[in-house]
Nanobody
Framework: QLQLAESGGGLVQPGGSLRLSCATS????????IGWFRQAPGKEREGVLC????????MYDDFVRGRFTISRDNGKNAVYLQMNTLRPEDTAVYYC???????????????????WGQGTQVTVSS
């Protein structure tokens, strides 16, 4: 069974940092594009960042520019979302998803990603 699992979420104060990890089970990440999405309470899920199979990143949410970065380590079969200078507005459930096309979609449409994790809660609050 092909699965993704997010980890690293938690409670952090405004201005703090977290690093989320996305690990696979049952398949290797090498040829997949991996996207990070988030869903805040009462809002629709939105794309944040994506990294292609070749390591090129695509930013979907300008709100995270200069604060969030995405990276991948194919040797560890993992993708990471480094989140710095966190704000209360970043509070959400964060999901990673895999797209077998290998390239990041121009538009972060959820239906383009075949495999999803269960999500990890990130809460930014003092």
């Amino acid at each position: 069974q092909l699965q993704l699992a997010e980890s690293g979420g938690g409670l952090v104060q405004p201005g703090g940092s977290l690093r989320l990890s996305c690990a696979t089970s049952g398949f290797r990440l090498d040829y997949y594009a991996i996207g990070w999405f988030r869903q805040a309470p009462g809002k629709e899920r939105e794309g944040v960042l994506c990294i292609s199979s070749t390591g090129d990143s695509t930013m979907y949410d300008d709100f995270v520019r200069g604060r969030f970065t995405i990276s991948r380590d194919n040797g560890k079969n993992a993708v990471y979302l480094q989140m710095n200078t966190l704000r209360p507005e970043d509070t959400a459930v964060y999901y990673c998803a895999a797209d077998s096309e290998g390239a990041c979609p121009v538009v972060p449409s959820s239906y383009l990603y075949e495999i999803w994790g269960q999500g990890t809660q990130v809460t930014v609050s003092s």
